[in-house]
């Protein structure tokens, strides 16, 4: 049996460090389900009629993360990096062409912003705004272990049927 390279959880940490935590296990459970594959496979649609891909989830992810915590939690402007040819469209899993050099190191560099804004945060009770709602930091928290852990199940499902690699 191999070693998980994940980055586990506190079992007995506060709520930034428990949440954190998680966070941090699903961001590695995505890199993990992408790793060794070619450029092609990670923008195969491989579970049809479906057309989303392993490159679209990352670049997907990439823009929640920027819009989570940089427009919502830090009020910044900062315009996706996948547009769509209309005001307010996203072209995330349009992946015909896509570089993932480019998707991966957009993902990182979002991960990092976020996690530094999580950790400077006095607490999980500062909020941030999009329109008319308000959201703390401990509700953009969970709402992205919740968002990754759903993608993570479609990124299992991809990665296996692209080389029959399973499990966590």
């Not at 919502?72 to 993932?100: I, T, Y």
């Not at 009770?125 to 401990?138: A, K």
Request: charged share 30%; net charge negative.
């Amino acid at each position: 049996m191999h070693e998980d390279p994940r980055s586990r959880p506190p079992q007995a940490g506060g709520e930034r460090a428990s949440l954190s935590g998680f966070l941090q296990y699903q961001r590695e459970t995505l890199a993990m389900k992408c790793a060794g594959l070619t450029g092609g496979q990670l923008q195969e649609a491989a579970v049809p009629p479906s057309e989303l891909t392993l490159i679209g989830l990352v670049r997907h992810l990439a823009e929640v993360e920027r819009s989570c915590f940089r427009r919502v939690l830090k009020d910044e402007v900062a315009p996706p990096h996948w547009p769509g040819p209309n005001p307010g469209e996203f072209a995330e899993f349009e992946v015909e062409g896509a570089d993932p050099d480019e998707a991966f190191r957009i993902w990182h560099e979002e991960c990092a912003r976020s996690r530094a804004t999580v950790e400077a945060a006095e607490s999980l009770d500062i909020t941030g705004s999009h329109g008319d709602e308000v959201f703390s930091l401990r509700y953009i928290l969970t709402h992205m272990i919740e968002e990754y852990a759903r993608h993570n199940g479609q990124a299992d499902l991809l990665r296996e049927r692209i080389d029959g690699t399973t499990g966590e």
